[in-house]
């Protein structure tokens, strides 16, 4: 069951009791078959407010469907729950045989195709092309209402990191917050000369961005340090002139510090000591934080230290099959509605593994009327295909990086997970070449399997 058929399930049986953002996390995880202990480390909660939570949330399922629903029995409960929905909905469609499906009720043109945009960065806020994956939306808007929250988007390349987070953005003005947003793509390499150096080109930012004139050496003092100086100059002075509404710091693309392991092991457990001290000072409460990132981090800190065992944590799930087929309705391909419809997309899934670029590239030239879907998955790994530029691209940084070559080649070889170096496995991760379990690692999809099994059998003695 997906997570969207979990939301769909839950959302039916509690009609008239929406659940906070931790109840879907705990829901989520126990899917998962996390045990609360798990939860708590990950979320940052207490172990015995989360087994509360859990508690509840059991009891209130078991109350609406009139049967004990327990953290063990989940699965079993939902999904007798679909299944008896499936039932009475096929004998609804008995009776109704005119009628057209749901699918094919929303799947009017958004636009004609000669106005739909080449699939490029993040899915613009106004455009119906950006496909929700339920609970995720809500569970990170609602954590962004918790004073002092820190929340971290952690997904490959191309997967809608970015997309997420203006949402979040745009939901947090709606809030009334006020917002910093950094790309430490836009850092200048020599910005990461020193911890000193960095920490004062970040508050410099944070301040011209919240129309505060940067005053640094006024709170800067070089015998207490630069961590210490940058906390209070937040304290002391951000964070005390802006109003009374929460702040919310978005931070994009942080895997750029991880590359300098001598301003990550002082800046990223500053993050989690400032979301720490919200417990503590009222000040601190002012300020929500999300770290977006493509990698975990590599370089050797403490476990205590890592701000990334706190606070809560986004993985972003591929397209599950309906919502391809979701997708494709909103690029105006009839073609896809209904039952049928899912059958003709199934063999692109298969394909492209629900990889949200590699989803809506495909559909943008589809509905272009470019190709035919079989020809455009006949044609997906070579020269000729639409994938060529991107399949390129990602050779070419495997080129420059023997180790990862090397890797790679070890994940192609074998339809079998495969143990990794950590750090290659990592890297290749936050290509969006490879799955993780741990340290093994399987291919992406289908397509850089059979990409990488032509051009990586060349480099064979690289």
């Known amino acids: ?243 009374n509404s929460p702040l919310v710091l978005a931070l994009n693309e942080v895997h750029r510090v991880f590359e300098h392991s001598n301003i990550a092991q002082d800046f990223l457990p500053m993050l989690r000591f400032w979301h720490e001290q919200a417990k503590q000072e009222q000040i601190w409460q002012k300020l929500r934080m999300v770290v977006v990132h493509t990698t975990e981090i590599y370089i050797p800190l403490k476990l205590n230290q890592s701000p990334f065992n706190v606070g809560i944590t986004i993985t972003l799930p591929p397209l599950t099959l309906n919502q391809v087929q979701n997708l494709a309705l909103r690029y105006g391909l009839n073609c896809a509605a209904d039952s049928q419809g899912a059958k003709r997309l199934a063999p692109l899934q298969t394909m492209l593994g629900g990889h949200p670029y590699l989803v809506s590239l495909a559909l943008y030239h589809l509905c272009q009327e470019e190709m035919t879907l079989e020809v455009l998955l006949e044609t997906a790994s070579t020269p000729m295909g639409i994938y060529s530029q991107h399949l390129r691209e990602l050779l070419s940084l495997l080129q420059k990086e023997p180790e990862l070559m090397s890797a790679m080649q070890q994940v192609i070889a074998t339809d079998e997970k495969v143990e990794l170096d950590a750090i290659a496995a990592y890297k290749l991760e936050s290509m969006g070449l490879v799955k993780l379990n741990g340290n093994q690692a399987y291919a992406m999809c289908e397509l850089y399997r059979l990409y990488f099994s032509q051009q990586l059998g060349k480099h064979s003695g690289y």
């Open 1 to 243: 069951m997906s997570v969207e058929d979990i939301l769909q399930a839950v959302e039916g049986i509690l009609q008239d009791k929406p659940l906070a953002s931790i109840q879907w996390f705990v829901l989520y995880q126990s899917w998962l078959g996390k045990t609360y202990g798990e939860m708590a480390q990950e979320s940052g909660y207490r172990d015995n407010y989360i087994k509360e939570v859990g508690s509840e949330l059991w009891q209130d399922l078991s109350i609406a469907l009139g049967k004990r629903v327990t953290k063990k029995n989940l699965h079993l409960a939902l999904n007798k729950y679909l299944q008896d929905k499936i039932g009475d909905r096929e004998n609804q469609n008995q009776q109704n045989l005119g009628e057209k499906s749901s699918l094919e009720i929303v799947s009017p043109d958004f636009f004609s195709a000669s106005k739909i945009e080449f699939p490029s960065g993040p899915v613009p806020l106004s455009s119906p092309l950006y496909i929700n994956r339920p609970p995720l939306e809500e569970l990170v808007c609602n954590e962004l209402l918790h004073p002092g929250c820190l929340i971290r988007i952690k997904a490959p390349r191309k997967t809608g990191k970015s997309s997420l987070l203006n949402r979040m953005i745009a939901y947090a003005k709606d809030q009334g917050y006020q917002i910093v947003y950094l790309d430490f793509q836009e850092a200048d390499q020599d910005v990461f000369a020193s911890l000193d150096k960095f920490l004062r080109w970040f508050c410099v930012n944070v301040s011209r961005q919240l129309n505060l004139l940067p005053c640094l050496d006024d709170f800067w003092d070089t015998e207490m340090g630069s961590k210490v100086s940058c906390k209070i100059y937040f304290e002391a002075y951000l964070l005390q002139y802006i109003d």
